[in-house]
């Protein structure tokens, strides 16, 4: 297993009184995300985090709605996965930042597996966490000491293969009802159209090397309900996918460039804003290797920005 630079961090500094009395940070998402990975809520297994958002926000100091805003931002991000009905959090890089140093370790984990709330994302962690372990290591040893650890009611069904609507549903956004304090409720949040936006895309690339689009669910979701919060509008998106399209760069026209963009390239906040900003519009005097469908048409984009 190749290891990084990192650091190690006591969970109880969080509570040492000479850190404690130093100015605390107003609610954001790094900070937040920080706490979640090495804070005193987390369990020996790394990534997580066995409590409800009400205990969160007490232990932060933080009203209930700056803490969910707070977290909102981790859930767009795709860095979080949570249940508040089972009070049930997981950081998907946890183990990732806070590896075993042996299969003793795993081991250890016994007693605290038994405490992490059964539910729908309890067998996600398993799944993700023994793939972790057959991939990181060169040896069987890691893997086989954490079936045996936490295994039990687990592995059969990993060995079945979880259906592929196991795992729907999970991050449900939950925001705050729209109140005085004027946060807007998640029954007026807008159903995002992810059939529409699948079909207009592929629809648009088909004949392009942009590749298409089977399935938009797991974290592509978090991502595309994430976007269609700030874009709730079809055309908006067409005119979008327009963009893309006639973009040499993107599409992988340029004969000196051998970058081809993808769905969820273009959908990562910094890069839709590099898209929209014209960072990858076609200059002059490059040349191109295939069609482009775009070539003889004009279209305007400034709606988009």
């Known amino acids: 297993m190749s290891t990084g630079i990192y650091r190690k961090v006591h969970v109880s500094m969080w509570r040492r009184g000479s850190f404690t009395q130093l100015s605390a940070p107003e609610p954001n998402g790094q900070f937040l995300w920080l706490w979640l ?11 997580i985090i066995p409590a409800g958002k009400a205990a969160i926000a007490e232990e932060l100091g933080w009203k209930q709605k700056d803490f ?23 950081l998907p890089q946890g183990l990732e930042h806070n590896p075993p140093e042996s299969t003793n370790v795993i081991r250890s984990w016994a ?5 992490v709330p059964e539910c729908t994302l309890k067998h996600l962690i398993y799944k993700n966490y023994r793939e972790y372990f057959e991939q990181a290591y060169e040896t069987d040893a890691w893997v086989a000491r954490f079936v045996q650890t936490c295994g039990r009611n687990f592995e059969h069904l990993y060995q079945e293969g979880y259906p592929d609507q196991s795992f729907d549903g999970l991050n449900v956004c939950e925001t705050p009802k729209k109140d005085e304090e004027g946060t807007q409720s998640k029954d007026t949040m807008p159903q995002v159209p992810y059939d529409d936006l699948m079909d207009m895309w592929n629809e648009r690339f088909d004949k392009t090397k942009v590749p298409n689009i089977e399935v938009i669910r797991h974290t592509r979701q978090k991502h595309v309900s994430a976007r269609w919060k700030e874009y709730p509008d079809l055309d908006w998106w067409e005119g979008y996918f327009e ?54 048409e004009t279209s305007d984009f400034d709606h988009l920005r």
């Open 37 to 47: 990975l090495t804070g005193p809520l987390t369990m020996p297994i790394p990534g």
């Open 68 to 90: 969910l805003t707070a977290f909102q931002e981790i859930v767009d991000e795709g860095m979080i996965y949570y249940s508040w009905d089972d009070r049930l959090l997981w």
């Open 111 to 115: 007693s605290h597996w038994q405490l």
């Open 243 to 296: 963009k893309i399209l006639a973009s040499d760069f993107l599409c992988g026209r340029l004969a000196d460039r051998d970058f081809v963009c993808s769905f969820d390239w273009v959908i990562k906040p910094s890069n839709l804003l590099k898209v929209l900003e014209g960072n990858y519009d076609n200059k002059p005097n490059r040349k191109t290797k295939g069609y482009n469908p775009l070539a003889e």
